[in-house]
């Protein structure tokens, strides 16, 4: 069975949400009669990309543009499936890609959409993005044969929202990476970050508003707390706001830019507290591999959030600066602690995609329906 993906920047290591979903998934289901390509982004990738564990890696042109990449990729991508990759289901990913899925039904196309979040809600996005990514959520769960949202709370309002097509719908979460080596030292620690274990406050995520990183720095520094902040990550497309984030840099307030493998790993294992202060988030995989690490975590009320399911201690409400300055304060007395073991048996990636290759197997099975997302 041959599966592609776009809608993605690529991989392996591509920063990005979707991005590490996509790796993880896929490394784990590219074997048992599973032929996967993953088509990305030429800005992100070599020319000839090296397979991955088994999955064929394809660079295709981009554009490096906040407002046209995404869009105009994902088009080229799906023409490029039809010509040349000619898989038995095209993997969309996110509500922005999913604007062509009408286009890739026509084109024949079993297509499953997997929704990584209310991307709408984005702070970035001016009135008529909004519009758009919100006619792409409408367009795939109308013409995706099968729709994978990786929020509970979304998947709720997704089957209330489109009663009609609430069978298509299906919360599929992300994961927790658990092959993360536990024997990882503190000297795997980036030496140049001047940091120790336990001595540092830790987020992650790109420097874009609706991650929050600029209510983190105001409230850490409103904060009585002792510990240094560390910020891995970097914009994608250097702006404003990520060049005020950076201006804001100091002796205790580091900007770590981007890290992968051991040094990221270390940073999750080391730090005494991960700090998710987002306004926007699908199902925060950063928060989950913070969590696997054996660390604490503090993260804004959302729902994406709240759906994790920690502790009432770990939440303070979105954009509040006050309250997160105060749970900063408190650290040492809060109740932060949950059950690890019951946690990642929640968040596996191995079950998530044991089910979701048994989805695709389930949508590829079943008679074909081209014309009745149409006549709908």
């Not at 990882?184 to 990183?213: M, Q, T, W």
Request: hydrophobic residues 40%.
């Amino acid at each position: 069975m041959k599966l592609c993906a776009v809608g993605l920047r690529g991989i392996p290591n591509v920063m990005g949400g979707i991005e590490s979903h996509c790796q993880q998934l896929y490394s784990r289901m590219v074997d048992e009669g599973f032929q996967i390509t993953v088509i990305g982004r030429s800005p992100y990738l070599p020319p000839q990309p090296e397979p991955f564990q088994g999955i064929e890696v394809r660079s295709v042109w981009a554009v490096k543009s906040k407002f046209l990449e995404t869009i105009l990729h994902t088009l080229l991508a799906i023409v490029y499936a039809r010509l040349f990759v000619k898989p038995d289901i095209l993997h969309i990913h996110g509500i922005g890609p999913a604007l062509y899925t009408p286009l890739a039904k026509l084109l024949g196309f079993t297509v499953i959409v997997t929704h990584h979040g209310a991307d709408y809600d984005r702070q970035k996005w001016n009135g008529f993005a909004k519009t758009m990514l919100k006619l792409g959520e409408s367009l795939a769960v109308r013409f995706a044969d099968k729709t994978l949202v990786v929020g509970r709370s979304l998947t709720y309002k997704l089957k209330r929202r489109f009663n009609k097509h609430a069978a298509k719908i299906v919360f599929v979460p992300n994961g927790a990476l658990t092959g993360v080596d536990q024997t990882l030292s503190e000297d795997k620690l980036p030496r140049d970050l001047g940091v120790k274990a336990g001595n540092y406050i830790l987020a992650v995520g790109r420097l874009v508003p609706e991650k929050g990183f600029h209510d983190l720095i105001d409230g850490y520094r409103k904060s009585k707390s002792p510990l240094k902040l560390v910020i891995v990550g970097n914009a994608d497309h250097e702006d404003e706001y990520s060049t005020s984030l950076m201006e804001q840099r100091s002796g205790n307030v580091i900007f770590a830019g981007r890290r992968q493998g051991d040094e990221l790993h270390a940073l999750y294992k080391f730090a005494r507290v991960f700090v998710l202060p987002s306004y926007h988030e699908g199902l925060p995989i950063v928060a989950l591999e913070a969590i696997s690490a054996g660390t604490q975590v503090l993260a804004s009320d959302i729902d994406p959030n709240l759906d994790i399911g920690l502790p009432s201690d770990c939440y303070f409400p979105v954009g509040d600066i006050h309250a997160l300055a105060d749970k900063l304060t408190r650290l040492d007395r809060l109740k932060l602690k949950l059950a690890k073991d019951a946690f990642l048996a929640r968040f596996n990636w191995d079950d998530i995609a044991q089910e979701t290759k048994q989805l695709i197997e389930q949508t590829l099975a079943r008679p074909k329906t081209q014309k009745q997302a149409v006549n709908e």
